[in-house]
């Protein structure tokens, strides 16, 4: 399914970068931070969304 949604994303003009999926328990928020600020860190270094520019 997540495959699919990569896909789409690429018809839509959204680069698959700005996806991603992680598998994290409620328990491991340690994790949790880890991955989101890894994840904000890469979305930042590509730049702003073309489709705020289409808007």
């Known amino acids: 399914m997540f495959a699919m949604t990569r896909e789409l994303a690429v018809i839509l003009g959204i680069?698959?970068?700005?996806?991603r999926l992680e598998w994290i328990s409620s328990a491991e928020g340690t994790k949790f931070a880890q991955v989101a600020t890894e994840f904000t860190r890469q979305v930042k270094a590509i730049g702003p969304s073309p489709l705020r520019k289409a808007a």
């Open 15 to 19: 680069d698959p970068i700005r996806l």
